[in-house]
């Protein structure tokens, strides 16, 4: 199991980023998908996650009315759109294989780097 997360770069405050959820050899239709975050010198943080059964999301306090997630199953992947970046929304996000209900993360990949930062 094996999941690419990209689309991280360089943002101002304000902006906005479109990240994206890859895999390979599996589908991730069949699982419940998380992105979750870290920051250096910080706890991780679980930032969203959708459901493969009913296809409901689930957002962290600190990101939601900001970032919302979607699957595009023609394409195997898991968005996450984070709009109203700010400076606390640093940091290195993963996508990961999960159960949302129990923020249990189970497979994930390297992650893609976010700075937002005048």
């Known amino acids: 199991v094996q999941l690419q997360a990209s689309g991280g770069g360089l943002v101002q405050p304000g902006g906005s980023l479109r990240l994206s959820c890859a895999a390979s050899r599996f589908t991730l239709d069949n699982y419940d998908i998380a992105w979750f975050r870290q920051a250096p010198g910080k706890e991780r943080e679980g930032v969203s996650c959708i459901s493969n059964s009913d296809g409901r999301t689930y957002y962290g306090d600190s990101v939601k009315g900001r970032f919302t997630i979607s699957r595009d199953n023609t394409k195997n992947a898991v968005y996450l759109q984070m709009d109203s970046l700010k400076v606390e929304d640093t940091a290195l996000y993963h996508c990961?294989?999960?159960?949302?209900?129990?923020?249990?993360?189970?497979?994930w990949g390297q992650g893609t780097g976010v700075t937002v930062s005048s």
């Open positions: 990961a294989t999960a159960d949302c209900l129990s923020n249990y993360y189970d497979y």
